[in-house]
């Protein structure tokens, strides 16, 4: 099998590295799609801990949530500085 490499994704994996290789390693045809289908049933955040956050609750607690955008324009440099950090 010929490794594909036509999709991109970007960041870590804290836990679970032997599902991503799994999928990975997953039989595909002619078109690239797998011989036999995968699912991904749960996606979301997690930190460096493994503490999981679903998609939907980060949506929640988003929506909740109300920031001028002085104060979001703030959190996006402090989180922009924090991703730096963390990747040199």
Same mark, same amino acid.
């Given at each position: 099998?010929? #490794?594909?490499?036509?999709?991109? /994704?970007?960041?870590?994996?804290?836990?679970?590295? *032997?599902?991503?290789?799994?999928?990975?390693?997953?039989?595909? *045809?002619?078109?690239?799609? #797998? /011989?036999? #289908?995968?699912?991904?049933?749960?996606?979301?955040?997690?930190?460096?801990?493994?503490?999981?956050?679903?998609?939907?609750?980060?949506?929640?607690?988003?929506?909740? $949530? !109300?920031?001028? #955008?002085?104060?979001?324009?703030?959190?996006?440099?402090?989180?922009?500085? !924090? /991703?730096?950090?963390?990747? $040199?």
């Amino acid at each position: 099998m010929m #490794p594909c490499f036509l999709q991109q /994704v970007v960041g870590r994996v804290h836990l679970g590295m *032997d599902i991503l290789d799994k999928l990975n390693n997953t039989e595909i *045809d002619f078109k690239d799609k #797998p /011989v036999i #289908p995968v699912t991904i049933s749960s996606c979301g955040l997690t930190d460096a801990q493994g503490t999981h956050e679903s998609v939907e609750e980060t949506a929640a607690a988003l929506a909740k $949530q !109300t920031e001028t #955008p002085e104060q979001a324009a703030a959190r996006l440099q402090a989180d922009a500085a !924090t /991703v730096k950090d963390a990747l $040199q």
